[in-house]
């Protein structure tokens, strides 16, 4: 099954079915896209969790597998978010379980072959006393082999430069199911456009809580781009922006997005509320696409789109159709 060396003709969205949080990665001569579908999203899983696409060209998916055998119930109900790592021979699916909005917890499940079944590996990625509620892990392999994980986290502390809410962080990986080492934080929020709800009643206390989650690292001329997706998922003001850095380890700097996200926006007419967002290498091998979910104009449904990713004098952007 031999991959065309073309671009895609791309009309969005790739996938009709609700299909959020789309990660892609290539293996052999196929494409794989793992998401959150309906059922993760809304706690009423029954039977394996997160729906697995395939396709040969990036724009006509099938669906192809459910992925991960159900852990234990007591985590949680709502699955968010997994990204898939291909390493020693494995497949690991990283992702997030938890009760809705709290007790968020990081795991990671391995499997002989890209479809599954996954088995999770039985324990938590961090530390549940230290950090309560993460989401949106991806893994990051630099070009020296170390690998990274990344992910979103919730912060207390406000400062004139930064706001309480959901930030990035980043540890380094001692085996593809453990973690080593200090956190370090990549990203906070500090614009208006990233405010998710105001007077939002988290932790015993009434916050003006922002939000930055959906890391995806990218390496481009030599510089690390952290992009991410800011505001909240549920509206038309969600977008995709990015943070810079010389190092995996950062430090990050998103300075520059203060009036909004600038890689990928609401477009009347054409994409509404995209975000969390992964990069995949066309069939030609040479075009970078940025995909990511968008909202269909009714907003019941969260659905896989892709555009083109071009690397400007001003940084990158996302081209939409």
Not at 165 to 175: D, E, I, P, R, W
Not at 197 to 216: F, V
Not at 227 to 245: H, L, P, Q
Request: hydrophobic share 35%; charged share 20%; net charge negative.
């Amino acid at each position: 099954m031999a991959i065309a060396s073309a671009k895609p003709a791309i009309i969005n969205p790739v996938y009709g079915s609700y299909f959020a949080d789309p990660f892609v990665w290539k293996h052999n001569d196929a494409y794989y896209a793992i998401g959150t579908g309906i059922a993760e999203a809304t706690g009423r899983i029954v039977g394996k969790v997160f729906p697995i696409l395939r396709s040969t060209d990036l724009v006509n998916w099938e669906f192809a597998s459910s992925a991960l055998l159900h852990p234990d119930p007591q985590f949680g109900t709502h699955f968010w978010a997994p990204a898939v790592a291909y390493a020693e021979g494995k497949f690991y699916l990283y992702y997030s379980v938890g009760h809705e909005d709290k007790n968020h917890q990081l795991r990671v499940a391995t499997s002989d072959t890209p479809l599954g079944p996954y088995l999770d590996s039985a324990k938590s990625l961090l530390d549940l006393a230290d950090c309560p509620f993460a989401i949106d892990p991806h893994p990051f392999q630099d070009y020296d082999g170390n690998w990274y994980l990344f992910y979103a986290r919730d912060f207390l502390d406000v400062s004139p430069r930064v706001r309480a809410g959901t930030g990035l962080a980043v540890m380094k990986m001692k085996t593809m199911t453990s973690l080593a080492g200090k956190e370090t934080v990549i990203l906070r929020a500090r614009s208006d456009w990233q405010r998710f709800q105001a007077l939002r009643q988290m932790y015993g206390r009434i916050w003006d809580w922002h939000t930055l989650e959906g890391p995806c690292v990218y390496k481009h001329d030599g510089r690390y781009y952290c992009f991410y997706s800011g505001g909240r998922w549920e509206t038309e003001n969600y977008g995709v922006d990015y943070g810079i850095a010389n190092q995996a380890l950062g430090p990050y700097s998103d300075e520059g997005n203060e009036s909004g996200p600038r890689v990928l926006r609401t477009i009347s007419g054409c994409v509404l509320g995209p975000g969390h967002n992964s990069i995949i290498l066309a069939p030609d091998g040479k075009t970078e696409y940025l995909v990511y979910h968008a909202w269909e104009q009714e907003m019941s449904n969260r659905q896989m789109c892709l555009a083109q990713l071009v690397w400007t004098n001003n940084g990158p952007r996302a081209f939409t159709r």
